[in-house]
């Protein structure tokens, strides 16, 4: 089985950049679709981006996009999402499951966007 666990989040201004890390263990041999969720507060948790560890194909929501980048690190099985020019609307907990999620959730990792 999967299991992923979520770290480098933290407070930032608007503007400022932060990179998420999503460290993957046990069932790391097969190929998934692995991606970063968000859910901000009193809204539902959106897909913000995803990487196939087949091919590296990657997808961004179109809020993300041109300022997020996703990628990973196969040899210490982990993906990362570097965020930059970081808006308020991005204040959130971040997720990393497989895409599609599966409805199984760590516990996030916090970011929030703030002066």
């Known amino acids: 089985q999967l299991q992923l666990v979520e770290s480098g989040g933290g407070l930032v201004q608007p503007g400022g950049s932060l990179t998420l890390s999503c460290a993957a263990s046990g069932d790391t041999g097969d190929y998934y679709t692995i991606g970063w969720f968000r859910q901000a507060p009193g809204k539902e948790r959106e897909g913000v981006s995803c990487?196939?560890?087949?091919?590296?194909?990657?997808y961004y929501a179109d809020s993300v996009k041109g300022r997020f980048t996703i990628s990973r690190d196969t040899a210490k099985n982990t993906v990362y999402l570097q965020m930059n020019n970081l808006k308020p609307e991005d204040t959130a907990i971040y997720y990393c499951?497989?895409?599609?999620?599966?409805?199984?959730w760590g516990q996030g990792t916090q970011v929030t966007v703030s002066s």
């Open positions: 990487i196939s560890s087949m091919d590296g194909n990657t």
């Open positions: 499951s497989k895409w599609p999620a599966t409805g199984s």
